[in-house]
Each structure stands twice: as structure tokens, then as C-alpha cells.
């Protein structure tokens, strides 16, 4: 399989992942006004879908690769998490707030990203 089909299979996961973020987000936030949930639910909830977004994109990518569906879905998460940890920093001129959940945040994405990509 060429490079350029895993390319472009990651980068169909990744397009999927951040519109599954972006819709799991409104949901969110629509829930977290109705129903006045409290910080951490909803940091709770963030975690949540992250899990989710990188499952979804190891899904994806595992449907565009043959072999080793569980280390492209992996990858596709570890891609996932960096470019969530981009936007955080430009979006915070700094990785501040970033040492404390970074860690945490980039292994489940790896984890969900090699879950979505084993179901495949």
C-alpha cells in the first residue's frame, strides 16, 4: 500500500475525530446549560470525548489500512492529541495548563485511538 493512502487514511481519521469533537462539544455545552452541570462533570465529560474522537478516528483509519489496524489507530490518536495540545497552546499563547493533563490526555488518546482501530 503506498504512503500516500495511509496518508491520506489519517488524514480522513483526523477530519472525522474533530467533527466528532466539534458535534460531542455542542452536545456538551447544550447539556451543561440545561441541566447546570458543575466543573467537573463536565471535565468529565471533555475526557469522555476525547476517548471517543480518537476511538472514532482509529476506526477510520483502521478502515483504510490492511495490516496493523491497531498501530494506525494508535498513530491516528497520538496525531490526535498533538493536535489538540497545538490548538491548546496557540489558543493559550503557552502550554500553562497543559503539563498537568497533557500526559494523561495524549495516553487516552493513544488507547482509544488503538481501541477504535482493533474493532475495525
Known sequence: M?????????????????AV??????????????????????????TILYIVASAVSGFVAGGHMQSKKYLWGCLSGALYAL???????IVNKGCAGLVDNGISTFFLCL???????MIR
Do not use: Q
Open 2 to 18: 503506498s504512503g500516500t493512502r495511509h496518508m491520506a487514511g489519517l488524514l480522513m481519521a483526523l477530519i472525522v475525530a474533530y
Open 21 to 46: 469533537t466539534g458535534i460531542l462539544l455542542l452536545i456538551l455545552a447544550l447539556c451543561m446549560y440545561k441541566f447546570g452541570w458543575k466543573v467537573r462533570t463536565v471535565e468529565f465529560g471533555i
Open 83 to 89: 493536535l489538540l495540545f497545538t490548538i491548546s497552546i
Open 111 to 117: 488507547g482509544g485511538g488503538m481501541f477504535g482501530g
